[in-house]
């Protein structure tokens, strides 16, 4: 059986995506893309190699022809997008974030619980890179006792003039907020940002870098340093640290040069490079659970969860002041 | 459009093959399986969601619904099943060896210069590892200056009974034989064997281990340990030395724990993980280069100069002395 | 020249640094000790190859065969110690802290300013160890642009119990608010302190790890982890984020050990062993500094620094709060 | 006690020596220099701080003033001037070679052997760097299994023209035959050199690379790449491979620099700097051995293997063959 997929959104994450399911993934193709943008959604179209472009995005939804769906519209329209979907009873896969607002996560959870099994899957890739997951092996296995700490980085070489001090927290750092939901297997129940010096290489409205402090349900604390215009590459670090080890997320594995008085490896440039097989798997993992009926994967709860975490650090940003993350009670539809 | 695939050989990494066409790889599909054992091949075409049993090698080659032959079967055999397949016209990957005698592979490449284009891809698979790509992509930089020398080891945790002293050779330094003429872009004129202390951790019949020297047409020098029972894990090193720097091929990335004064990561245990990627990659762009209608990756030409190189080595390890490999011309249709 | 050294105090550190002066420092031999417990007192002397025990401390100061003193006596006795050197106008190296408030710290200063020129010496040895020096010499060489933030860790593998949560800010993390101003050359104006999940392996009294921030004056932020029963050895980490890149202490070089399906090294189980060497290289630059004529190294305004920095840690441990460093204007004597 | 040393040659190595001994090792002062070239040793012995010129060599090592003799002179002058050291019964620390000729070093170990006793260390540094030493308490300790091979390079970034072919076995691989020898604790039986394709970045008369091969008594196998031009730095790497597991000698502790696309660390440029402790080590070793009056450290037999090794090693240069090592019987005196 060959998984139908229709997408929303064509933009650059869309294409990729487009692209990885035509030319990577197993069991599945493109059926048809919607975009408000119907030149783009024609050329995405294409190079899925005959996807058909949808009349609109109820349209593909709903379309016969298509099985499942991958949103990858603009993120305001993430929660309407993927509410059409579980309406239409189809699984899909929302690239982060799931909603804009913890309310319109919220609708999401209460239509998924209404409909009775679980349809949707959020985008966070990293819990299918092969370092994180071998993190989550070793704390999970008792290998450095129980966490007390985590320390963080999450490094980009430059970012855009479109780029603002909130989402350093609602596109950069909601990854390190799942990951660490997700290797700890606890709550965030508190966020703090505090602003260093900053980087005279930004556009003069960010704030950059910003220093995060989050705190668990039960009392680890995990800082982050987001810096998005660091120069030198796209670096991501991970370390927990427990009662009685640590372990740390590896860098990618890169040929040893020693030439001209020094020793050393590149470093990637751009995030697509670093998760690219994260990404992959995630897709696969998506497809098969489609195929399987089941899905699998971060789920709308844990979406929410991200959503209203990120959110919490926005206004952390602001104040100043440590923030509670007051998350509604987890149903049981997602123990 | 689905590529279908008929796999010869149902053994282990025919079984491993079927998987990855099956879940992994896009674009393809295995439709008819062959195997001397019929019981084997049952379970092999139910593994592939739907593949039928072929009759025989011969009427699995030339059958309708295989667009593409991959061979797995036993050594012995491979130059009969891809001659076989070039008679048909089919594209195929040919699990290495090519052949297991300089003779037999010459009588391959005589059979696809007849029939006028390549069909022939042999599954040299470390081409398509992500290290070993960017030790050449930096090579053939120039990021080291002209090569000179190249240090490599190819480590394995055991081997069982079956595994002689010219396997070391035959099966284990020809992955070697094959990386060192594709990142040096040269060919391998000589070959010699010494033999340090044997290691007890061994069946009594084996040389263990073993230490490989060739030497290039233009003078570059490799040397090579192969130690089949070095206890501790799978290791495989290659570093390359130029006149201005080195390159060295990365360890796989794993996460860095600190623990019980120790600080260090774990090692693969076996060959399979550690090149997992590389043989997606490696099917995926065979799957691909069918697809498109023209033959990419190893050709028969460096199957069949592995297998004259590994020869060598063979008598090399009988004599003590150094030996000379005596290539045939290399004909223009593998310039 | 062989400088005649007098040493106060002759515990653990004391008599570690009298074999170091007596068997691996050059031009130097110790002539004197003085201790309460005479016993003690007399067994260095003869550590020392032929010293004499000392009357009391006044004595030793103000002997004639003592030409410098190193101050190795409890905590709140060193401030009375050094005032006594520099009253006798004889160099003083003082391990930390040179006092253990603000105020007998600024008598010090008050009396060496008094005094006219340099004598004293605080004993912060990571300032000469070589990974600390290559730190301070990328970073002073633009190596890493303009400093932002420094990620620092204290860890120990345990602690006994005499060692109290105050001891957190001012045994231990007292060698990173140095190390931080030093590197930085800058004064710390804030400190924070959050205690994340205790860890079970300590002394009930002691809160453990601690997760300490520091703002320097031109706003660059510091995080340090002190956690002093880690467990598995101890482990220095100190690494500075500037605008364009960064840079990392370096681990001690150990030999790569592959063995058992891991590869790694040791990790020092004692601070001892981690600063030999800058132990060393900081009581003969001290020496020689003794012989020139011309104190070097720490000054008493490093050392009244990192006492009060350390006391604003010990209250906001108390408070939970921000508190703010008040220092006292830099006389122009220590510019 | 101060050990009063007599430096016998004021060249390069001779004043850095004399510069250690005085400002850097306890319990010594130079007392005294010699040299042919007068102005040298006159500059020498200023830099001594109030060493004495000698009249001759004879005269030195005969003076009242002298306990201990240290030998810088030129190598072919070594033999005859330990000799003079053990005729006056004073020990002798000799730089390496002991001798030019294994004849002239069976002279100095009659000699020593008619004296009674051991007078003479031969300055074969490494054993007292910390990572050689690591890698011998590993290997000693059954961390890896009984050694079967081992892998060793020394680069050098590059050579002036005074550096012959046959000087990479007498001055450059002579240290790497030491170690081995002193890792393993067998004698080498055998040596091989095999010449890669040259580097043009050479002076015309000289062979470089070059790889040599050497077998102990006990079949261990040790490859040594010998580069002395290789560009890019001073670089030492010795790996030991035995039946469980492999220890590899450590790259000296650098600060990791992220930056620019690139993350690693310097490489030393000369070889002073890399064995700069191990130099201080040895000679305090030595000084203190003199001072306890029972010599220790690489012996007069070792200074003799080394040299008898690399006259081999020479041999096998001009002939291409494996070259036997005809060791003399160790004496029981050696044992």
Redesign the interface.
């Known amino acids: 059986m060959t998984v139908r997929i229709g997408v929303v959104g064509t933009g650059a994450i869309g294409r990729e995506h487009i692209e990885r399911l035509?030319?990577?993934?197993?069991?599945a193709r493109v059926s048809a893309v919607a975009d408000i943008d119907a030149a783009l959604a024609e050329k995405a179209a294409a190079a899925a190699g005959g996807a058909r472009v949808a009349a609109d995005v109820p349209e593909l939804i709903t379309a016969d022809d298509v099985d499942a769906v991958l949103v990858t519209s603009w993120h305001a329209a993430h929660a309407e997008h993927v509410l059409a979907a579980v309406a239409a009873g189809k699984p899909v896969l929302c690239e982060k974030p799931l909603a804009t607002t913890a309310d319109d996560a919220l609708r999401v959870l209460a239509a998924e619980e209404a409909h009775g099994r679980r349809l949707v899957q959020v985008g966070f890739m990293r819990r299918f890179d092969?370092?994180y997951r071998?993190?989550r092996r070793?704390i999970a296995g008792g290998?450095?006792?129980?966490?007390?700490?985590m320390?963080c980085?999450h490094r980009n070489r430059t970012q855009g003039e479109r780029y603002t001090t909130e989402m350093a927290a609602q596109d950069t750092a909601v990854h390190e907020i799942d990951a660490a939901r997700w290797l700890l297997g606890e709550e965030i129940v508190s966020a703090q940002v505090?602003m260093?010096?900053?980087?005279?290489?930004r556009f003069p409205h960010l704030r950059d870098?910003q220093?995060m402090?989050f705190e668990t349900a039960?009392?680890?604390?995990i800082?982050l340093?987001v810096?998005v215009n660091?120069?030198?590459?796209y670096?991501i670090r991970c370390e927990t640290?427990g009662?009685?080890?640590?372990?740390?997320?590896?860098?990618?594995?890169?040929?040893?040069?020693?030439?001209?008085?020094?020793?050393?490896?590149?470093?990637d440039?751009e995030w697509g490079g670093r998760f690219a097989?994260a990404f992959d798997v995630e897709v696969?993992a998506w497809v098969?659970s489609v195929a399987d009926g089941a899905a699998t994967g971060p789920s709308a709860w844990d979406g929410y969860a991200a959503t209203a975490v990120a959110a919490a650090t926005v206004e952390a940003q602001r104040t100043g002041a440590v923030v509670d993350v007051n998350l509604a009670p987890r149903p049981a539809f997602y123990a």
Chains 1, 2, 3, 4 share one sequence.
Do not use: K, N, W
């Open positions: 035509t030319r990577t993934i197993s069991g092969p370092g071998e993190l070793v290998g450095i006792g129980r966490p007390l700490m320390h980085a505090i260093p010096r900053a980087t005279d290489h870098p220093f402090l039960g009392g680890v604390r800082d340093e810096f660091c120069q030198y590459g670096d640290v009662e009685t080890g640590l372990v740390r997320l590896p860098d990618p594995a890169r040929a040893e040069i020693r030439s001209a008085g020094r020793v050393g490896t590149e470093i440039q097989e696969q098969d």
